[in-house]
C-alpha cells in the first residue's frame, strides 16, 4: 500500500499534541482529483479546533461538529495549494500536472502530502503570480472577508469601514477586498503592524496600545470585527444609519442579543461564512490582477507544523502561518 505523511492531532491539547505519522495514500474516486500539497496553513480555525477554545457558548456545537472526546477528523487543514497528481476516470475539469489552490469542504484534512477532493469541490487553478506559499493562504482569510464585506454587508463604494483586527489574516484579507470595492478604510492594530497595515491598503490606521478608535466621535457604514471586541449594544452608537455591524469571532450571547437589533436600519451580521467555489474564482482573479496579495506570517517545513500551531496560538500572527510540504526533503 502506498503510504503518505500527514499530520495528525489524536488529542485535543497543545501543539505537541499534533504529530507527524505514516498513513495510507488516498487514492482519488472517479469524480476526484489527487492533489500533491505543497504548502497549506495553520489557520486560527485549526488552533480552534485542537484546543476547542471557542466563542464562548459555542462549545457543545463544535464539540459536536469535530467530536466530542477527540478530533472526529484527526488531519487538520482548512487549505492548500499544489498539483494534480491523478485524477478519476470521470473527472473532466482538471488535468494532470495543473497547479491549483483547494478549500475543500468538511473534514478539512489538508496537514498532509496528499488530499483527495471531488473536482465539483471549491479548488480552482492556482494564479500564477502566487507562490504555492501565497496561493496556500488565499482563501480562509479572503473568503470569509469576501462573504461578510460583499455577500452580507454589500459593501459599496465610498462607504467608510472600520476592520478591528487589521493585521491578522481575515483583517488583512479585509482591508485589501475592501479597498478593492472602493471603500475608505481605517484598520485598528498595534503599533508593530501599522506599517503593514497602511501597506496594503488601509487609509487610516490607528494603534490601539495609544489610541481607542471609540473615543474619536468617528461612525462607520461597515464594522468588521475579527477580534472577538463588538456587540451590537457596545458598538451601535459608532454605526451610521444602516450601517453593518460584522461579527467574525461572536459568541452566543452576542449572536443572541444581534438577532432582532435593527434601528435606524442598522443591522448585525455572525456565525460562520458561507463557503463557495465563485468566492475562490474571484480571490484567484484578484490575486492575478493584483488586487489581492495574501500576507505571510512566517513559513514553516512540514516536520515544524508543532511549531507553526505554537506560533498561531499566541494571536499575535500578522496574516497567515504557512506550512510547506516538500516530499523531496521532508
Ligand atoms: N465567522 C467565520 O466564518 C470565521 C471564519 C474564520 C475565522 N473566524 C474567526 O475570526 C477571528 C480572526 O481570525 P484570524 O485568522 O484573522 O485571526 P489571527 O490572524 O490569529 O489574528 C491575529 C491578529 O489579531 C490582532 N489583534 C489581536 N488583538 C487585537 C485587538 N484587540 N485589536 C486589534 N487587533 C488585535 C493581532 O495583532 P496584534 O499582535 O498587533 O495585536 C494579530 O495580527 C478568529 O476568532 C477566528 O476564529 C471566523
Known amino acids: 500500500m502506498a503510504m503518505m505523511k500527514a499530520a495528525l492531532c489524536r488529542e485535543y491539547g497543545p ?4 504529530r507527524i505519522e505514516q498513513i495510507a495514500k488516498p487514492e482519488p474516486k472517479p469524480d476526484e482529483v489527487l492533489i500533491r500539497i505543497r504548502a497549506t496553513t495553520v489557520s486560527s480555525g485549526d488552533w480552534r479546533v485542537r484546543t476547542l477554545t471557542v466563542p464562548r457558548g459555542m462549545g457543545i ?6 467530536g466530542f472526546t477527540r478530533p472526529r477528523n484527526p488531519i487538520l487543514g482548512t487549505e492548500l495549494a499544489g498539483e494534480i497528481e491523478a485524477v478519476g476516470k470521470d473527472v473532466t475539469n482538471f488535468r494532470i500536472g ?8 468538511f473534514p478539512n484534512g489538508c496537514h498532509a502530502e496528499y488530499r483527495t477532493m471531488r473536482e465539483s469541490d471549491r479548488i480552482v487553478a492556482k494564479p500564477a503570480r502566487l507562490s504555492y506559499e501565497e496561493a496556500a493562504a488565499l482563501c480562509f482569510g479572503g473568503a470569509t472577508a469576501l462573504d461578510f464585506l460583499r455577500d452580507r454587508a454589500k459593501l459599496q463604494t465610498g462607504e467608510h469601514l472600520l476592520v478591528i483586527g487589521a493585521s491578522g489574516t481575515l483583517g488583512s484579507a479585509a482591508v485589501q477586498l475592501a479597498k478593492h470595492f472602493g471603500a475608505h478604510v481605517t484598520g485598528i492594530c498595534s503599533a508593530a503592524n501599522v506599517e503593514l497595515v497602511r501597506s496594503i491598503g488601509a487609509d487610516r490606521v490607528i494603534d490601539y496600545t495609544c489610541e481607542d478608535y471609540r473615543n474619536g466621535g468617528e461612525t462607520y457604514d461597515v464594522i468588521f470585527d475579527a477580534v472577538g471586541v463588538a456587540s451590537f449594544r457596545t458598538h451601535e452608537t459608532f454605526l451610521k444609519p444602516n450601517g453593518r455591524l460584522l461579527l467574525l469571532a461572536a459568541g452566543l450571547h452576542e449572536m443572541l442579543e444581534a438577532i432582532g437589533a435593527k434601528r435606524d436600519g442598522k443591522r448585525v451580521f455572525s456565525g460562520p461564512a458561507k463557503e463557495r467555489l ?3 474564482t474571484v480571490l484567484a482573479g484578484l490575486a492575478e490582477s493584483g488586487a489581492y496579495r495574501p500576507v505571510i506570517d512566517q513559513v514553516f517545513p512540514f516536520e515544524r507544523i508543532a511549531d507553526a500551531h505554537a506560533r498561531v496560538e499566541t494571536g499575535r500572527k500578522r496574516g497567515s502561518v504557512v506550512v510547506t510540504v516538500d516530499q523531496d526533503k521532508d
Do not use: D
Request: aromatic share 10%.
Open 15 to 18: 501543539p505537541e499534541n499534533v
Open 61 to 66: 456545537m463544535v464539540r459536536a461538529v469535530f
Open 98 to 105: 495543473e497547479t491549483v489552490i483547494g478549500y475543500p469542504s
Open 278 to 280: 465563485e468566492h475562490l
